[in-house]
Nanobody
Framework: HLVESGGGLVQPGGSLRLSCVATGFAFSRYGMSWHRQAPGKERELVASISGAGTSTTYRDSVRGRFTISRDYGGNAIYLQMNSLKPEDTALYYC?????????WGQGTQVTVSS
């Protein structure tokens, strides 16, 4: 299971930290990622981190503003989001993936508006 939290309403330029707690699988063996889906748009990859935590990727529009990290002791990943923009408004999902399977969380809503 993956359970996300930390979403909410924030003004442009503000910050939020999303969390995703993982249970029921070997956390360190899975890559982890954050995705988002805005109304009327397709789900898109925001950031990912390797199982070992040594490699990260970001979509161009968030690079330099968002940071993905993982905590092996707590079986969790995080997405620190700074300098938020209205176009970051979306439902944010956590995903765990391996070569053979993947899991999705239920999502947490992020709304950036004044």
């Amino acid at each position: 299971h993956l359970v996300e939290s930390g979403g909410g309403l924030v003004q442009p330029g503000g910050s939020l930290r999303l969390s995703c707690v993982a249970t029921g699988f070997a956390f360190s063996r899975y890559g982890m990622s954050w995705h988002r889906q805005a109304p009327g748009k397709e789900r898109e990859l925001v950031a990912s981190i390797s199982g070992a935590g040594t490699s990260t990727t970001y979509r161009d529009s968030v690079r330099g503003r968002f940071t993905i990290s993982r905590d092996y002791g707590g079986n969790a990943i995080y997405l620190q989001m700074n300098s938020l923009k209205p176009e970051d408004t979306a439902l944010y999902y956590c995903k765990a993936f391996s070569d053979t399977t993947h899991y999705w969380g239920q999502g947490t809503q992020v709304t950036v508006s004044s």
